[in-house]
């Protein structure tokens, strides 16, 4: 079993291009194979021999844990992170590509794009969900937008900027909405874990 683990984690190695070992070490992150920045990176590191002839060094982000479990969180996007297995002098050297976060989407209720007039006017928060993200304790939390009501019921664009997630303070726009309403939330701002962003605009049609 172990030896079926190892030949596991060398496939990972030559599927993401990482350097030929000369220790026998190898290193796999465990989720997918890049690094994101601002969260904690699970890696899995394997050298055949005893962990106490093993140094681990890290370029670009810092390397916790003990044994073959680590977790990497790397400094910055705008250079690779490389981690160093020395084994009594034989070095190898992994290289791994740094990405930002991707943009979660802004949804309310059901996060459809068309909702039904009852369900959106009940809504009585909004929220930015991680999409296409393998971790699942990535959170990100509305900060601010700008939303704009246009269409039925509104003889005018209405506009307001919001703060946080709560929509009370739009309660008496949003009840004003029907089957016709357009609603475009603009400018909105999310923290994450690697900081605050601006994501992209959502605009909700009611029916």
Known sequence: MKYLSFLFMMFCMSAIGSAQSVNGSVVAVDKMNVLYYGIDNP????????????????????????????????ASVDQKTTITIDIQGKKTSYDFRVKKLPDPVFKIGSGKLRIPAAEFKSQVICRADPENLHYNNVNFEV?????????????????????????????????????????????????????????????????
């Open 43 to 74: 890696v899995t590191i394997g050298a055949p021999n005893d962990w106490q002839h093993a140094v681990i060094s890290i370029t670009n982000g810092t390397i916790s844990g003990s044994g073959s479990q680590r977790i990497v969180r790397p």
């Open 143 to 207: 900060v601010s937008a700008i939303v704009y009501f246009s269409g039925a019921n509104f003889e005018h664009v209405m506009t307001y900027t919001f703060h946080g997630n709560d929509l009370t303070s739009i309660q008496k726009l949003m009840e004003k909405c029907m089957p016709g309403t357009s609603i475009s939330f603009c400018n909105i701002k999310v923290q994450g874990p690697d900081g605050v962003r601006t994501i992209p605009d959502r605009t909700f049609t009611l029916y």
